[in-house]
């Protein structure tokens, strides 16, 4: 089968591999030469993955059978919607559908309209009037761009803002640059990720993952699109009760269903809802229209099912739940950055890595925003490299990612506190605290 596969990260290098299990011939557009996935492809388009009809035309002269789309930026440019309409189907909404994501206003009112719960205390802006004195009611407040950030653009009061002074400020940015601002209710709790996928009627869920979304150790630094994360053996999370998955996924399920009343079309792709286990149960903070990067890389490679066979479900309208097996492993997962990643990352600098080495201490090693040039590997501005330790336990998943990441050299930095016994002990005590 000819399948496309649009994204050149390490989400995408996830993806690309998990469909190479089952020999699909596979075609990638990506901006930059990721040797992980040139490696595993018959043909590459190297343009912009927002470039919708150069893409278009390549997949229709090819023949491309089904396309699977990596990122958010081309869901909201209507990359499937342009790609339906030449005959090829998609794993990935349409743009109308894609506004899960990429409109944070458009989600909350319809979690609204369909009373789904986890919803948030909220108001959306398209001016300035009212926001001091509604930032001044919520005391503790969320401000949400109601645009595509990379995400980056979510800010919390008494971690990004300190005073409402400083919430009048970012909610005018957000206004001046997207037209629009969601302000809601600041939910206390550990957050987590379902990434659940979707045939428009019927939802699956996957290995819950934790990410990490602070450059620097203890959740500390600039806001980044994710350091790392991990899962756990039972696709649980150690802080997490078992209602909570059961909560996530109900959530997940009546989103899709309202989706499909509300957008008159179903939704197929995955749903990765990033949620929040609070005192007064699971709350959703937000919903993608993709796998999560880096969570794609704690579920895709303990996935015994054939990831194809699920695509071709999804598309078709097939899904059933017995068709996504995942092993019983923990997973860890941590990026490795260029310096500066979050305020201003060296770009163009190599990075060496033993790739042998990786392999032997049992890692998996997935290249993200990097550049290939005569067989040397450059940084770009983004994320470098993924690696990931899989075993039966967290603690162990963490020493397998360790042993794989001393191989790794260069102007790079990665946060070893991911995973770590210290790091997980701290949330469970956390969440008790929470819960009572
Ligand atoms: N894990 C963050 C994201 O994928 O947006």
Redesign the pocket.
């Known amino acids: 089968m000819k399948v496309l596969v649009v994204g050149g990260g390490a989400?995408e290098h996830a993806i690309v591999e998990a469909l190479d299990k089952d020999d699909a011939e596979l075609y990638v557009v990506m901006k930059n030469r990721n040797p992980g996935i040139a490696r595993l492809c018959r043909d590459i388009l190297y343009i912009p993955e927002t470039e919708v009809e150069k893409i278009v035309d390549w997949a229709s002269g090819i023949g491309i059978e089904m396309a699977i789309i990596g990122p958010e930026g081309p869901l909201e440019a209507g990359l499937v919607d342009e790609l339906r309409e030449v005959g090829i189907p998609c794993v990935g909404p349409t743009k109308d559908l894609a506004k899960l994501e990429t409109s944070k206003s458009f989600t909350r009112g319809l979690f609204e309209k369909y009373d789904i719960p986890g919803n948030a205390k909220y108001a959306a802006f398209h001016n300035m009037e009212g926001v001091r004195e509604w930032l001044e009611k919520l005391g503790e407040y969320v401000i949400k761009d109601d645009g595509l950030c990379g995400?980056k653009g979510v800010k919390l009061s008494g971690e990004h803002l300190a005073t409402i002074d400083d919430g009048v400020a970012y909610a005018e940015e957000c206004i001046r640059k997207h037209g629009a601002v969601v302000i809601e209710e600041k939910f206390i709790g550990e957050e987590f990720?379902l990434q659940a996928l979707s045939d428009g009627f019927t939802v699956i869920g996957s290995p819950l993952a934790q990410?990490h979304?602070r450059a620097y150790e203890g959740d500390t630094g600039p806001n980044t699109?994710?350091m790392g994360?991990y899962s756990d053996n039972d696709h649980s999370l150690p802080f997490l009760r078992e209602s909570d998955y059961e909560e996530a996924l109900a959530i997940t399920q009546k989103t899709c269903d309202a989706l499909r009343e509300e957008c008159g079309e179903p939704y197929k792709g995955v749903m990765?809802g990033?949620f929040i286990a609070t005192k007064d149960g699971v709350k959703c903070v937000e919903f993608?229209a993709?796998?999560?990067?880096?969570?794609a890389m704690n579920v895709l490679p303990i996935l015994e099912s054939s990831f194809l066979k699920i695509c071709q479900a999804i598309v078709d309208g097939t899904l059933r739940p017995e068709m996504a097996d995942y092993m019983k492993k923990a997973t860890v997962c941590k990026y490795i950055v260029p310096k500066g990643y979050g305020v201003k990352s060296l770009a163009g600098a190599e990075i060496t890595l033993d790739e042998d080495h990786i392999k032997t201490v049992g890692a998996r090693l997935y290249y993200a925003s990097v550049n290939e040039e005569n067989g040397k590997v450059y940084t770009t501005s983004s994320r470098s490299l993924a690696v990931i330790g899989i075993a039966d336990d967290i603690a162990e998943a963490e020493r397998v990612c360790e042993s794989a990441l001393e191989s790794i050299k260069g102007e790079v930095f990665m946060r070893h506190d991911i995973g770590t016994p210290d790091a997980i002990e701290k949330r469970i005590k956390r969440m008790r605290g929470i819960r009572g």
């Open positions: 989400r995400g990720s990410d979304k699109g994710g994360s990765y990033g993608n993709r796998f999560g990067d880096p969570e």
